[in-house]
């Protein structure tokens, strides 16, 4: 009963940006880690960064040029990219751990993956 759905993926210039979002919905108690993964064609899927309450890391491939935040409220976590480049084409895909209950265990959800194209 957990959703977490991406949107802001497309195409865009070498040097431009764009912003990834990823909200989760249904039954949760509470999130744990948020974070970003990348996977390119014929590559396997690599992690870009993650948010808790109190720390944020990132990839070294993006540090410097993305950024993660999050907003607990609306449970929702953000990726925003700037100074993209033809490498970072890829699907994007959200991940989270959610708790459904007091109770419950962490389990990882994942987003369907929202497509990143840097091209000129």
């Known amino acids: 009963q957990v959703q977490l759905v991406e949107s802001g993926g497309g195409l865009v210039q070498p040097g431009g940006s764009l912003t990834l979002s990823c909200a989760a919905s249904?039954?949760?108690?509470?999130?744990?880690?948020m974070g970003w993964y990348r996977q390119a064609p014929g590559k396997q899927r690599e992690l870009v960064g993650t948010?808790?309450?109190?720390?944020?890391n990132y990839a070294d491939s993006v540090k410097g040029r993305f950024t993660i935040s999050s907003d607990h409220g609306k449970k929702t976590v953000y990726l925003q990219m700037n100074s993209l480049k033809p490498e970072d084409t890829a699907v994007y895909y959200c991940?989270?751990?959610?708790?459904?209950?007091?109770?419950?265990?962490?389990?990882?959800?994942w987003g369907q993956g929202t497509q990143v194209t840097v091209s000129s």
């Open positions: 948010i808790t309450s109190d720390n944020t």
């Open positions: 991940n989270a751990g959610i708790r459904a209950g007091l109770r419950s265990p962490q389990y990882d959800y």
């Open positions: 249904g039954r949760i108690f509470s999130i744990n880690a």
